[in-house]
């Protein structure tokens, strides 16, 4: 007699483990403005990629032409395929000491895998994945990009 | 001709009548038969396509995805698309094969397909066959198609074609049980196996609501059981695409393939229609006892509606257990069956007869 009522309980259980998951994938269907897939080329105005989108590597600058990088190189180090030279150079401050700056940081998008070593090594913060996805160029040699503008400098206060 | 969406009974008569006043017998019966024939191939081949496309679109939409969008306004002619590329492709025919079993055994999964829709009954007096053993005929002529797949998966001269045959040989010859004594708990409560005095019979209630408990289960196990008949998910371990590539259908190309393709949705389209026949009324209206004018207002939507809207949703019942459960192994599959739903069906067929014999239903 107790078999029979684990056996019906197993029944019952298994029936209702079942309607767990068509209760699941029944939300999904009845709510298709959830939908995650993205008609790409048509809603090409409008589209907002997300936050942990990596797109590439970007270095930002403010309004002065600014940007935060100090040259140390971490970015360089850190890379697994070589996808960033660091070109660095010298220059005198105002109290005549010889510091190192920035001449170009040169990325390599065309060997880069966009695993976000260089991003969560820098430690001043200042290179960033950017959410430009649109790469294609019909010149490989376009892919290799200076990050830091012509003519830019280190912001102030930017400790090494 | 009078055309009457309400009762095809006189349209058919009619045609008949006139065909014979200009023809002998036997080119009206060649004539009728050629007919019934090109409708058959026609809706087939026209709702076969439109379940590809219909399976596509509610997978997709149980993924959180869209489906094919970009042919024809949301995707509606992508898979005319994809069966024009399935009737160019080649049709190969790799070493070793037994040709004769090889070529044959497409044809025969269609003849079971199409000989179990002959019986079907569409609306009042849309149907080719009335047999007076409708439900035998239906469960008899569909399990000709496990003898197609047990020779495609023979005649290929490739073992994953055979494991898959050999496992759909054995899922489909357990859940033909369940199927039929299902089916045989239903036409207790009918009293006659004939399609047509079955629908005829649900007349005031459906018999899921007339048989009431008893129906409600065999319902549940027709449902399952003819998932597994159709070698569909999560009972389709016969092509088990990460293990089988495709199973018994392995080695077909182009319409070939496309054969056991239709087939398979046809099959869906079977089980479906067989169970709104049986337990959800067939073509009948949706009738409370003594609601009138409610009972006037369902009267008013044509039978055929009525079977496409049902049959439709039976169709989104079987494609939301495919794309929710995870595929089952053999012995799983075997268990279900043998001591699960084969004990439960006995016991049910067993208070349907007390259900029956005591009146006890609506």
Same mark, same amino acid.
């Given at each position: 007699?107790?078999?029979?009522?684990?056996?019906?309980?197993?029944?019952?259980?298994g029936?209702g483990?079942?309607?767990?998951?068509?209760?699941?994938?029944?939300?999904y269907?009845?709510?298709?403005?959830?939908?995650?897939?993205?008609?790409?080329?048509?809603?090409?105005?409008?589209?907002?990629?997300?936050?942990?989108?990596?797109?590439?590597?970007?270095m930002?600058h403010?309004e002065?032409?600014?940007h935060?990088?100090?040259?140390?190189?971490?970015c360089?180090?850190?890379?697994?395929?070589?996808?960033?030279?660091?070109?660095?150079?010298?220059?005198?401050?105002?109290?005549?000491?010889?510091?190192?700056a920035?001449?170009?940081?040169?990325?390599?998008?065309?060997?880069c895998?966009?695993?976000?070593?260089?991003?969560?090594?820098?430690?001043?913060?200042?290179?960033?994945?950017?959410?430009e996805?649109e790469?294609a160029?019909?010149?490989?040699?376009?892919l290799?990009?200076?990050?830091?503008?012509?003519?830019?400098?280190?912001?102030?206060?930017?400790?090494e | 001709?009078?055309?009457?969406?309400?009762?095809?009974t006189?349209?058919?008569?009619?045609?008949?009548?006139?065909?014979?006043?200009?023809?002998s017998?036997?080119?009206?019966?060649?004539?009728?038969?050629?007919?019934?024939?090109?409708?058959?191939?026609?809706? %087939?081949?026209?709702?076969?396509?439109f379940?590809?496309?219909?399976?596509?679109?509610?997978?997709?939409?149980?993924?959180?995805?869209?489906?094919?969008?970009?042919?024809?306004?949301?995707?509606?002619?992508?898979?005319?698309?994809?069966?024009i590329k399935?009737l160019?492709?080649?049709?190969i025919?790799? #070493?070793?094969?037994d040709?004769?079993?090889?070529?044959?055994?497409p044809?025969i999964?269609?003849?079971?397909?199409?000989?179990?829709m002959a019986?079907?009954p569409?609306?009042?007096?849309?149907?080719?066959?009335?047999?007076?053993?409708?439900?035998f005929?239906?469960?008899?002529?569909s399990?000709?198609?496990?003898?197609?797949?047990l020779?495609?998966? &023979?005649?290929?001269?490739?073992k994953?074609?055979?494991?898959?045959?050999?496992?759909?040989?054995?899922?489909?010859?357990?859940?033909e049980?369940?199927v039929?004594?299902?089916?045989?708990?239903?036409?207790?409560?009918?009293?006659s196996?004939?399609?047509?005095?079955?629908v005829e019979?649900?007349?005031?209630?459906?018999?899921?609501? #007339?048989?009431?408990?008893?129906?409600?289960?065999?319902?549940?196990?027709?449902?399952?059981?003819?998932?597994?008949?159709?070698?569909?998910?999560?009972?389709?371990?016969?092509?088990?695409?990460?293990?089988?590539t495709?199973?018994?259908?392995?080695?077909?190309?182009?319409?070939?393939?496309?054969?056991?393709?239709?087939?398979?949705?046809?099959n869906?389209?079977?089980?479906?229609?067989?169970?709104?026949?049986?337990?959800?009324?067939? &073509?009948?209206p949706l009738?409370?006892?003594?609601?009138?004018?409610?009972?006037?207002?369902m009267?008013?939507?044509?039978?055929l509606?009525?079977f496409?809207?049902?049959?439709?949703?039976?169709?989104?019942?079987?494609?939301w257990?495919?794309?929710?459960?995870p595929?089952l192994?053999?012995?799983? %599959?075997?268990?279900?069956?043998?001591?699960?739903?084969?004990?439960?069906?006995l016991?049910?067929?067993?208070?349907?007869?007390?259900?029956?014999?005591? #009146?006890?239903?609506?």
């Open positions: 007699m107790n078999g029979l009522f684990e056996y019906i309980k197993t029944v019952f259980k029936v483990t079942l309607l767990t998951g068509m209760k699941i994938t029944g939300s269907f009845f709510r298709p403005w959830k939908h995650v897939t993205q008609q790409y080329p048509e809603n090409r105005e409008t589209l907002k990629m997300f936050d942990r989108f990596r797109g590439e590597v970007i930002p403010n002065n032409n600014e935060l990088c100090t040259g140390c190189g971490i360089e180090l850190n890379c697994p395929n070589g996808s960033i030279e660091i070109i660095s150079m010298s220059v005198l401050t105002e109290d005549g000491k010889k510091k190192r920035i001449d170009k940081h040169i990325y390599h998008l065309g060997m895998t966009f695993c976000n070593l260089c991003v969560k090594a820098c430690p001043t913060g200042a290179i960033i994945m950017g959410q996805f790469h160029v019909w010149d490989r040699t376009k290799t990009k200076v990050l830091n503008l012509p003519g830019s400098k280190i912001a102030q206060g930017v400790k | 001709m009078g055309f009457n969406i309400y009762d095809f006189g349209m058919t008569h009619n045609m008949h009548v006139s065909f014979m006043e200009h023809m017998p036997l080119m009206t019966t060649i004539v009728e038969w050629t007919i019934i024939g090109v409708c058959y191939l026609l809706f %087939i081949a026209l709702f076969g396509l379940l590809v496309y219909a399976e596509r679109k509610v997978c997709a939409m149980f993924q959180q995805r869209m489906g094919p969008m970009r042919v024809g306004y949301w995707g509606l002619l992508q898979t005319i698309a994809d069966f399935l160019m492709k080649e049709l025919t790799p #070493k070793g094969v040709k004769f079993l090889y070529n044959l055994a044809f999964i269609m003849i079971a397909t199409f000989m179990a019986v079907l569409f609306a009042k007096g849309l149907q080719t066959l009335d047999f007076d053993i409708g439900v005929y239906v469960t008899a002529v399990s000709i198609g496990v003898i197609g797949i020779i495609a998966g &023979w005649s290929s001269n490739n994953y074609s055979l494991i898959g045959a050999m496992r759909s040989g054995a899922q489909i010859l357990s859940y049980l369940s039929s004594l299902s089916l045989v708990t239903m036409i207790i409560l009918a009293g196996m004939q399609l047509s005095v079955i019979g649900q007349r005031d209630a459906w018999f899921i609501f #007339k048989g009431h408990v008893p129906a409600l289960i065999a319902f549940v196990i027709f449902l399952i059981a003819g998932t597994a008949e159709t070698n569909r998910g999560p009972f389709d371990l016969a092509e088990a695409e990460s293990e089988l495709a199973g018994f259908h392995t080695e077909y190309s182009g319409i070939k393939f496309a054969f056991f393709f239709l087939a398979e949705y046809i869906m389209f079977i089980v479906a229609a067989m169970a709104v026949t049986v337990f959800l009324g067939g &073509w009948m009738h409370f006892g003594s609601l009138e004018s409610f009972n006037h207002v009267d008013f939507i044509p039978p509606v009525w496409f809207l049902k049959v439709g949703g039976v169709i989104f019942l079987i494609m257990f495919k794309w929710t459960f595929r192994r053999v012995d799983q %599959i075997l268990t279900l069956e043998w001591k699960y739903l084969l004990p439960i069906n016991v049910n067929i067993l208070l349907m007869s007390l259900v029956v014999l005591t #009146k006890f239903h609506l």
